[in-house]
């Protein structure tokens, strides 16, 4: 198995643009992780030391700026309530196993060709689009702010400098919630307690394993490795990508980690924001494992969402252009709004069917004398 085909190009490097590119990934994992803590027993510590080691590890293995991001669908879960924190790792387990078994016999090099371009960019158009709404949602929560971390993007953007849009309106953020609560004293994290899962197996458990493998699928996997294409001209099959999914969440969960995937929107965060090498991936990891012994829930309760809102939705229009290169550009539009309204797993398999009856007819029509 090979993670990625090199093109002789540098596959680790450390430069500011790799820097500010780290911070793209981050927009979509700082949110989710915060909320999490915030509502549930997970140890935010800990989930930070996991995320840290598998920037790391992936950046180094792939030797590109990949996403290491929560699974969406089951953290989403259980900020609502929805599943206890001992069904979400639970849940993370059982599709750690799944997505290494369907990496290793390449399952999905198999079946892609059912799914069609068309369906794998209404994926990427899909999430950027929860991605604008989330992010819409958080610059709203404190629209002064807001305003004004969508000036200090603009501002940099003006002056030749949008990469660093991003480190700027963070270094706010930063200061904001350092100054409403003061410098945070660091803290050994100690030893992760691990939630009871023997009788986590419940119909929530399977509900969210069933929503998130679509998911992961058609985002994390298919849709993360056509970026690749689009983005880096590298080639990342969709298999080896499940492949490091499933050995991902076989070792963070037990070390107090959250299930974790791969994911286009992250890679298209780090791209937006200039990083091009596995670099950002290292520099990232780092500064997660180091804001691990600072993060406070005191200090990050008191960070500006708003301001992540704003990067946010940079990220999104930045995902979301794809869908302009689609084959078929209403139906890719279509699974996008359908995921908007309904879920993304449900606009997936529409979008499949769809597909495939619109090029079965096809085929028909043209064989027919």
């Not at 790799?18 to 509502?39: K, M, N, Q």
């Not at 992250?266 to 200039?274: R, S």
């Not at 691990?292 to 229009?317: K, N, Q, R």
């Amino acid at each position: 198995m090979a993670f990625g085909h090199s093109t002789g190009r540098s596959r680790i490097s450390l430069t500011r643009s790799e820097v500010t590119g780290a911070v793209g990934d981050s927009l979509t994992v700082l949110p989710i992780v915060v909320a999490l803590a915030l509502v549930t027993d997970i140890s935010l510590a800990h989930v930070l030391i996991a995320f840290g080691i598998f920037q790391i590890v992936w950046g180094v293995v792939y030797g590109l700026p990949i996403s290491v991001e929560p699974m969406k669908a089951l953290a989403a879960l259980a900020i609502a309530g929805a599943i206890t924190y001992a069904e979400l790792a639970l849940a993370g387990i059982i599709l750690g196993v799944v997505l290494l078994t369907i990496g290793l016999t390449d399952t999905l090099s198999i079946i892609e060709q059912w799914i069609g371009e068309p369906v794998i960019r209404g994926i990427q158009f899909a999430v950027g689009l929860l991605l604008f709404e989330t992010g819409v949602g958080l610059g709203l929560s404190d629209p002064l702010i807001g305003l004004l971390a969508v000036g200090l993007v603009g501002a940099v953007i003006v002056v030749g400098y949008k990469n660093l849009s991003a480190i700027v309106v963070l270094a706010v953020g930063v200061a904001i919630a350092v100054y409403t609560v003061g410098v945070p004293t660091p803290q050994w994290p100690g030893v992760p307690q691990l939630p009871p899962i023997s009788e986590a197996l419940t119909r929530a458990t399977v509900d969210g394993i069933t929503a998130q493998l679509a998911m992961t699928i058609g985002n994390a996997a298919l849709a993360t490795s056509l970026l690749f294409s689009d983005l880096f001209d590298r080639e990342v099959s969709p298999d080896d990508l499940s492949t490091s999914m499933g050995v991902m969440n076989l070792t963070a969960v037990p070390i107090g980690g959250i299930p974790m995937c791969h994911g286009c929107d992250g890679v298209a965060g780090k791209y937006e924001f200039g990083a091009r090498t596995g670099g950002a991936n290292l520099i990232l990891g780092v500064s997660y494992i180091a804001l691990a012994f600072i993060a406070t829930m005191t200090l990050l309760s008191a960070f500006p969402l708003s301001v992540l809102g704003v990067l946010l939705i940079v990220v999104a229009i930045s995902l979301g252009k794809h869908v302009l290169r689609s084959q078929m550009r209403w139906l890719s539009i279509g699974i996008g709004l359908l995921a908007l309204v309904v879920n993304l797993g449900v606009a997936f398999l529409v979008g499949i069917a769809v597909h495939l009856l619109l090029t079965r007819g096809a085929k028909t029509h043209t064989a027919a004398p």
